[in-house]
């Protein structure tokens, strides 16, 4: 191994930034590697983002390229938008996982590896002719070599666990080792450990010893030793949130608001399950969950609920929102306010389960028959999660509508830091359920507010309130079934004004531009971070630049024309074929430029930089 002399904790060498990959097998515990790094920057105070990388299988074969998990981290002393282009620091514990992830560690990087991997049997497995370790293939790289496995079972040999068990923990020690490295308490992940693992306190043991062990190889084999200080941050209680906690945060918390219990009706799909299982903890908050037989069911229950006075919510991906289209157009045709979330993934059909894409913009605009419009809502990083049900369950109640809210697994996966908001500065949101006949003694089910077009929420067992409601047209007013050629072209109509209506609630777009721009860069989802990485770099370079981001997608803020005309061009990026692009120009006859992705990763800043670059 290739040490260098560690200076004094004083004397550590200090960082702005740090990108770090933890790579191994999808049994080598890397995620949990990963957020564990992440909650012990979180609490130095670092800011930071996150990408887990995982493969679509439970368990692919071990020490093959195919079952490689990986975990993306970067922290640092200010403000940051992504979690990083390259890594600096690339921590491998087998062949497989340095053949998967060596292509993006940067020039003269720092590679951490488990040196027992690295055996024939799985350099075969991971392609290699010979050992990278010894031909002098990685030789313009700062290499560590440290034979991880060795030393774990070495460390944990009086705990009391099998040899297997015993190796299992190399992953603790791993993190011991940059935890020392860069400065990193392990204290929390101690106490995360005993709690974890209270009732197996063998296995907790021994993940503590070789935690502790990586830590003090750190210091004795005198590695390199670096500091990134705690960022500065507005004032505030902050905690380490992922977008899917924080969807399922703003769940409850919409469902408070209101005064609403929530109801979720969810079949689990890669990557929203997380909001099942987080939503399924907090029963103190009256939330009810149900983990349905299918997507059908599931968004069947949710509109049942939604029905009988609940805030109904179903969460999928985009194979069950092909499911549940159907469905959504009843509560659409009921006009009900429903929530259906949608964290994106690569497509079509099951395609990358565990990869990332914003493929599903046109069809939560089109993907139902007949004319069918919805409010559509997109949360653009993984703590704006924690807004985004807030604004659409206001949006479903006001306007008594189901609303598609559009996440995708960069931003339900990825984490940052999120300030906890104070409880007083939340939005109210106003529920005003029917309690008496509205037309003479009788009720009428679909007769409009004269503001939103919505027509009343009436419980089911209301006395007066009796009404019929279901998926064949209505006749306006009365509810009552109607085959009606003129009813129908007015109920069509109806229903499209009151989407248009929300033009006039909501915020405008907002924009930001350099005096005398004509480049725009507008962009929805999760791309906010690399658009806003990219615009940095090219004003620091003097280029003049604008950026607006769409919270908005169906209705689009009223002054969305007014903004886009100011500019000479418009470019978009989209983890997509240009579904947005399209949306722009057939609404506003703009010949939008688009930058596409659709490689299941998000976009680096440096690409956006160098295609940005070209327009101006």
């Keep these: 191994m290739a040490a260098q002399a560690a200076p004094p904790r004083a004397e550590r060498k200090e960082l702005d930034r740090v990108v770090i990959r933890f790579a191994g097998d999808s049994g080598d515990g890397m995620q949990l590697t990963g957020d564990r790094f992440t909650s012990a920057s979180a609490i130095f105070g670092n800011d930071l983002a996150t990408m887990p990388d995982y493969p679509a299988e439970i368990r692919a074969p071990a020490g093959t390229l195919a079952g490689v998990s990986a975990f993306q981290l970067h922290f640092s002393d200010h403000d940051i938008l992504t979690a990083g282009d390259q890594p600096s620091v690339l921590v491998a514990m087998n062949p497989a996982a340095l053949k998967a992830n060596l292509k993006d560690l940067l020039p003269g990087g720092l590679l951490i590896v488990n040196t027992d991997a690295f055996e024939d049997r799985n350099l075969d497995k991971a392609g290699y ?38 190796e299992r923990a190399k992953n603790m020690l791993a993190l011991g080792v940059v935890s020392w490295m860069y400065s990193r308490p392990i204290e929390p992940t101690i106490a995360w450990l005993e709690k974890k693992f209270a009732k197996k306190p063998a296995i907790a043991q021994s993940n503590i010893a070789a935690l502790k062990a990586g830590h003090a190889f750190g210091e004795t084999a005198e590695l390199s030793a670096f500091e990134v200080k705690p960022a500065t941050l507005a004032p505030g209680t902050y905690r380490r949130i992922t977008g899917n906690q924080a969807m399922a945060f703003g769940l409850i918390a919409a469902s408070v608001q209101a005064k609403l219990p929530l109801f979720l009706g969810s079949y689990p ?8 299982h987080e939503l399924s903890r907090h029963k ?46 009843l509560a659409l045709s009921m006009e009900l306010p429903l929530l259906v979330v949608d964290i994106q993934r690569g497509g079509p059909s099951t395609g990358l389960p565990t990869k990332t894409e914003q493929s599903d913009l046109l069809h939560a605009m089109y993907g139902r028959h007949g004319e069918a419009p919805l409010p559509i809502v997109a949360p653009w990083s993984p703590s704006s999660c924690f807004w985004a049900p807030i604004e659409a369950a206001r949006i479903a109640i006001r306007y008594m509508t189901p ?56 419980i089911p067992g209301t006395s007066g309130l009796q009404h019929r409601v279901g998926g064949l047209e209505k006749a306006d007013g009365t509810g009552n079934i109607s085959y009606d050629a003129d009813n129908h072209q007015l109920m069509t109509l109806l229903r499209q004004a009151k989407i248009k209506a929300i033009e006039e609630d909501m915020e405008p777009l907002e924009f930001d531009a350099d005096e005398g721009a004509e480049v725009l860069v507008l962009g929805w989802g999760s791309t906010y971070g690399a658009i806003g990485a990219a615009c940095r770099r090219l004003r620091a370079r003097g280029k003049k630049i604008g950026r607006a981001h769409l919270k908005h997608l169906n209705p689009m803020p009223k002054n969305t024309r007014d903004v886009l005309m100011r500019f000479e061009k418009v470019i978009i990026p989209e983890m997509n074929m240009g579904q947005l692009s399209k949306l722009i120009r057939a609404d506003f006859l703009i010949d939008a430029i688009s930058i596409n992705k659709v490689k299941g990763l998000p976009f680096r800043a440096a690409e956006l930089e160098q295609e940005l670059e070209k327009h101006l």
């Design 269 to 276: 799909i890669t990557p929203a399950s997380d909001i099942l």
């Design 284 to 329: 103190n908050f009256g939330v009810r969950t149900v983990q349905a037989e299918d997507e059908i069911a599931a968004i069947s229950m949710a509109i049942g609920a939604a029905f009988s006075g609940h805030l109904g919510v179903t969460t999928t991906s985009g194979p069950g929102l092909d499911l549940k289209s159907e469905a959504l157009g």
């Design 403 to 458: 609303v598609i809210i559009l996440s995708d697994g960069y931003l339900a996966n990825g984490a940052e830091p999120w300030r906890i908001p104070a409880v007083s500065k939340l939005p109210d949101i106003q529920v005003r359920f029917a309690s008496q006949p509205n037309a003479g003694d009788d009720f009428w089910p679909f007769l409009r507010d004269d503001d939103t077009l919505a027509r009343p929420w009436a």
């Design 129 to 166: 002719a010979s050992n990278p370790l010894k031909d002098g293939s990685l030789s313009s790289y700062q290499i560590y070599e440290i034979p991880m496995t060795t030393l774990t079972v070495e460390a944990v040999k009086d705990s009391g666990v099998s040899k297997k068990e015993a």
